[in-house]
């Protein structure tokens, strides 16, 4: 089922409000796997959106499984995230309200892909070299890896 596109064809681009799973993958080396969007080339933490019946821990499963073709294990619990930087312009005019539940791993099976058409590229950063193209929501989370604050579970 994909929730989203259901939902637009009753309301057109007008805001619909949504929760993205997303899950920060640190490799052996302490480094961040981030994804590079095909919609806005910019960098973001693999995930998407919750769909009905699903808990937070399947959604992220699946949207990892679906966009990077690993298998993620051993999530913990990283972050909640809500406030004015969830609200999303995409380039094809939708506009979505996204909260946020960040997971944490650093297990996972399989080999990460590119070849989804949402990605254009996954890459590991060590913490002096994060982008600066962040995609918005994206940003808090990225940038509270990146200062070591493990305890955001709430904002």
């Known amino acids: 089922m994909d929730y989203i596109k259901s939902m637009r064809k009753h309301v057109g681009h007008d805001l619909v409000m949504t929760v993205g799973c997303g899950v920060l993958i640190e490799n052996e080396k302490g480094q961040l796997l981030l994804q590079k969007r095909s919609d806005t080339g910019e960098w973001c933490v693999p995930g998407g959106a919750l769909e009905p019946g ?3 821990i399947q959604a992220a499963t699946r949207e990892l499984s679906e966009e990077v073709g690993i298998k993620v294990k051993d999530l913990k619990l990283f972050g909640l995230y809500s406030g ?8 094809n005019m939708d506009v979505v309200y996204s909260l946020s539940v960040i997971f944490i791993t650093k297990a996972y099976d399989g080999e990460i892909s590119d070849s989804d058409s949402e990605v254009l590229e996954h890459r590991f950063f060590d913490r002096a070299d994060i982008p600066s193209e962040l995609f ?3 940003a808090r989370p990225i ?9 955001v579970t709430v904002d």
Request: glycine share 4%; aromatic share 18%.
């Open 84 to 91: 004015d930087d969830r609200e999303i312009h995409y380039p």
């Open 143 to 151: 940038i509270d890896w990146k200062n070591e604050i493990y305890d």
């Open 54 to 56: 699903e808990t937070y």
């Open 136 to 138: 918005g929501p994206d």
